[in-house]
């Protein structure tokens, strides 16, 4: 296979994710979580793993958590484009396996009862099933497990449409960092959703001002891995499986042009109204003087974004904050928040390690996170219990013995290092370690891993509500483009934080997002505190933090509503 047609990392990752699936639709044990961790490592992988497979499964086998029997599938992947025993495996289970499991409550081995007892191989054959009433017949379903998979059908169909930030992103950054790079651009800047920081989005938008568009549409074109239309302005490539739109504008509309396309549709709606309050006209091309006549007149602003808000005497308001939720009427009483930034963050409450789940030992957890710039870190593996994947979570007894490693490694490191857990919320809200332990940890995480559905209101607030609970980890649950997870009234979940001292974390995982903008300002309204935590789960984790901060920002909060903001010593007291 030449360079140019071999797979890339998420491909072959993708590969052994699928492995994992159909392995336990089987019921094989050990193996299915293998694949998986195998499976992240791959995808995380800083070269192109398919180049080491050329050179032999000994040098696929340097990456970690893969053995000897994954790396010889990857190199027959990378050789022939297929892999003989899963192609038997699917054979044996003809289902589309990924578009199934997209749907909340239905796992590998849902799918393949579903195959045996009713012949479903598609999501259209899941939802005619459901709607037909029969999968509440089958053994260890039910009317409520049956309503539930129809609900999340819809769910599962609505996240497949929009990609992930945290995959577009860096894609996004790269062709950005190009594009402003070329000698015919005078600024450049991502616009739209993805410079909104939404946590899903449905394409790339770039914004060029240039005196050459020719040459600028010529140099984006050159970028993508397929041109989708090309024009005298405009252009629209796909790159690493993503659309790219590119809009040139000239120097003097590219501040109104970078106002209009940022959007949202809301946002813009409303800063429109109430400049035509003000006598102000303003679109993608500047801001005009309207006339006695209600005739546009001359052009008044439009060079700069900033000067698309100071026309109206407004201050220039964050891209995060433009979602028409009030932002125009707390910039024009001068009450814009100051919003947290990345660098405000000094560490991170929600760390797991090769004790659990995590790939890399405390020391290497530690000594990446110092490198990143953080202060302090706190070690917060899985405790064993309902909820935990496998058998990762650790006993009372292992948690203790962990925290006296923590302190071995504290002693010897600049960066502090707090103790603490895990801990699951089940359903009735208490938390799945002995009180006793709990006690002894100096950051208590406990975070909803099962039973993600209906109104879970009461029970983060129960959990919210344990007096050896410090943060509750990823409120929801969620998962994006995956689960929905459990709904809650944020207000009074943060009315409940506020009251108990509890803090609710913003996690940084961009397949969480977890709490989300809505729900992170509508607990800091109730009083809450908020923690921005990236739940690494290996060294370059750390990194995640600015799609947490970005949320933050998104849910209008300042450095001192984040409580690890301040140093040690403070959150010690």
């Known amino acids: 296979m030449s360079d140019d047609n071999r797979p890339d990392n998420t491909t072959l990752a993708n590969l052994l994710f699928e492995f994992a699936d159909r392995l336990e639709a089987k019921d094989i044990e050990y193996k299915p979580a293998a694949y998986r961790r195998a499976a992240e490592n791959v995808a995380e992988y800083p070269g192109s793993v398919a180049a080491l497979a050329a050179d032999g499964p000994e040098a696929v086998m340097e990456i970690d958590r893969v053995g000897e029997a994954i790396a010889d599938k990857l190199v027959e992947y990378v050789e022939t484009g297929s892999i003989e025993e899963l192609e038997a495996l699917r054979g044996e289970l003809p289902v589309e396996m990924d578009a199934l499991t997209a749907v909340e409550g239905v796992g590998p081995k849902t799918v393949a009862t579903l195959y045996r007892e009713l012949e479903v191989q598609t ?44 995959d577009t992103r860096p894609v996004a950054d790269e062709l950005l960092a190009t594009m402003e790079a070329h000698d015919a651009v005078k600024a450049c800047e991502l616009a739209g959703s993805i410079r909104r920081w939404r946590p899903t989005v449905g394409d790339i938008d770039v914004l060029v001002a240039t005196a050459d568009a020719a040459a600028v549409v010529e140099a984006f074109v050159a970028e993508g891995d397929e041109l989708i239309e090309a024009g005298e302005s405009k252009a629209s490539i796909r790159l690493d499986g993503v659309q790219a739109d590119l809009r040139v504008v000239t120097p003097e509309e590219y501040g109104a042009a970078l106002q209009y396309f940022t959007g949202s549709k809301e946002h813009n709606v409303q800063l429109r109204n109430y400049a035509l309050e003000r006598d102000v006209s303003l679109n993608e091309y500047g801001a005009f003087e309207l006339t006695d006549a209600d005739e546009t007149g001359q052009r008044i602003a439009g060079d700069t974004e900033a000067s698309m808000y100071e026309v109206l005497d407004l201050a220039w308001i964050p891209p995060e904050l433009r979602e028409g939720t009030g932002e125009i009427a707390a910039a024009e009483a001068g009450a814009l928040p100051d919003l947290v930034r990345t660098d405000d963050i000094r560490g991170d409450l929600h760390v797991h ?56 490694v504290d002693a010897e490191l600049d960066i502090d290092l707090l103790t603490g857990v895990e801990t ?54 969620r998962l994006l483009n995956q689960r929905s997870g459990i709904e809650f009234d944020p ?52 990194e995640h933090i600015e799609y947490g901060v970005h949320t933050a920002r998104r849910g209008w909060a300042e450095a001192a509503d984040v409580r690890n903001t301040d140093g040690v010593e403070s959150l010690r007291s």
């Open 123 to 166: 999501l259209a054959d899941l939802e005619r099933v459901a709607r037909n009433g029969e999968i509440r017949d089958l053994r260890g379903f039910g009317q409520t497990s049956e309503q539930n998979i129809l609900e999340n059908i819809a769910f599962a169909r609505q996240s497949d449409a929009r990609e992930l930030l945290g």
């Open 353 to 408: 390690t090769d004790w659990s789940d995590g790939t890399a030992s405390i020391r290497e957890m530690a000594t990446a996170a110092a490198a990143f710039g953080h202060e302090y870190i706190a070690i917060t593996d899985h405790a064993d219990g309902p909820g935990v994947v496998g058998e990762m979570g650790l006993s009372a007894a292992e948690l203790r013995e962990q925290h006296t490693a923590v302190e071995a």
């Open 424 to 477: 699951n919320i089940a359903a009735d809200g208490g938390v799945s370690m002995d009180d006793g332990v709990l006690a002894a940890c100096d950051v208590v995480v406990a975070s909803p891993h099962s039973g993600l559905s209906g109104d879970g209101t009461e029970r983060l607030c129960t959990a919210i509500e344990h007096p050896a609970v410090d943060i509750i980890g990823h409120p929801s649950g």
């Open 491 to 542: 207000t009074v979940v943060g009315e409940a934080a506020a009251a108990a001292g509890t803090a609710l974390e913003v996690n940084s995982n961009p397949l969480r997002l977890d709490l989300w903008g809505e729900a992170i300002k509508a607990a800091i309204d109730a009083g809450a505190e908020i923690v921005i935590d990236t739940d690494a789960h290996r060294p370059n984790s750390f």
